[in-house]
């Protein structure tokens, strides 16, 4: 039997043999007391690799976002976001239900806002508006196509927004294709930034885990809140294991995974029936002009292959850890055929 090529994310990624060997050898501790020494390694390891004073493994992405939210806000404020964010679209209304804060969601093409739009959207200092308090942003977006944020439209943001006393939050889920497809450090394409996320879990290819990094002062704060939230966790050294053999062993290797996506691109992009977006890292959305996406998804799936519907005719693929240059060439190969019937 072929084995199934799972293209719906790189979430789906399993622990090699090497991270496992790392997860069961690891030596754990009682993290909610700060004595797992592998967790302290890869806190610090995370805040050194960016550059800040500290770091904290959260158990996902979402929480990671959700605690950055909590502790750059009070009750009542807004936070700008951009509509097609991650934050606001698939975090459940946590900000809402948790922060008790409102978001003011800006559309954008690719999902990168300029400081000029924000700018319009703060809330003017009078008595009866909410006041605006932070800013998110995503860097690569995961739902606009992996687009990688234009480092001086970012940088605009964090100097203006300092310079009106807002905060800006970064979920960099995927932050380690953004350096990679721009050739920079995650250090240099995320100084300024109040907080970062980003997550372990997807093309680094750990099965679970999240990491915050900020000021000493922000991250004492976010662990008081992962802990409100069910976070703190006890020996959870074997899953930080996996996390920091990730971030030594899968960094670098996520470039075939971006030769990969285009690869696949280019091969779609001769498809007449295909309108593929712009790739820039490891992830390929594209519209179907003839068929909806669940039945291509349906044919898909009779030939082992598993993508992802993101609208009625549109379509994600994303590359990975788990999916080899073959596995891209076969899939695309697929698409053509089905699409020609
Ligand atoms: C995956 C993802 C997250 C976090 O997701 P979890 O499933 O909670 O780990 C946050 N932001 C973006 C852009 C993501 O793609």
């Known amino acids: ?26 030596e754990v501790g009682d993290d909610v007391f700060g004595e797992d020494p592998t967790v302290n390694k890869l806190q610090e390891y995370a805040a050194q690799l960016f550059g800040r004073e500290a770091a904290l493994f959260v158990p996902s992405g979402t929480m990671g976002n959700q605690i950055a939210i909590k502790v750059h806000t ?3 404020d807004e936070v700008i976001v951009e509509e097609a964010s991650h934050i606001f679209n698939s975090e459940m209304a946590m900000m809402s239900a948790f922060a008790g804060v409102l978001p003011r969601p800006i559309p954008s093409e690719r999902g990168f806002l300029r400081w000029e739009q924000i700018e319009r959207a703060i809330r003017p200092n009078v008595y009866y508006y909410a006041q605006t308090r932070l800013i998110c942003l995503e860097n690569t977006h995961n739902l606009k196509g992996g687009g990688v944020y234009p480092l001086e439209w970012a940088r605009e943001i964090v100097e203006n927004a300092h310079q009106r006393g807002l905060a800006v939050h970064l979920d960099g889920a995927r932050i380690f294709n953004a350096a990679l497809a721009t050739g920079r450090s995650v250090k240099e394409i995320t100084e300024g930034f109040d907080s970062v ?13 999240s990491m915050l990094v900020g000021s000493r002062e922000f991250i004492e704060k976010a662990r008081r809140v992962r802990k409100m939230l069910g976070g703190g966790m006890r020996q959870v050294g ?3 294991a996996a996390g920091l053999y990730a971030l030594e062993h899968h960094v670098a290797r996520l ?15 001769e498809i007449p029936e295909v309108h593929l977006e712009p790739v820039e890292t490891n992830i390929v959305i594209f519209e179907l002009s003839t068929i909806p996406a669940e039945k291509l998804i349906d044919e898909l799936k009779q030939r082992d292959i598993l993508a992802l519907a993101i609208g009625p005719r549109r379509i994600r693929l994303v590359t990975h850890l788990d999916v080899s240059r073959e596995d891209v060439l076969y899939a695309a190969q697929a698409i053509r055929e089905i699409l020609k019937q």
């Open 255 to 269: 470039a075939e995974d971006h030769k990969n996506a285009q690869l696949l691109a280019e091969a779609l992009q």
């Open 1 to 26: 039997m072929r084995k199934i090529i799972d293209l719906r994310s790189d979430t789906v990624t399993k622990p090699t043999p090497a991270m496992r060997r790392a997860m069961a050898e690891a």
């Open 238 to 240: 074997v899953l930080a």
């Open 197 to 209: 996320m980003f997550c372990l879990s997807k093309g680094l290819g750990a099965p679970a885990g």
């Open 74 to 76: 009070q009750p009542g």
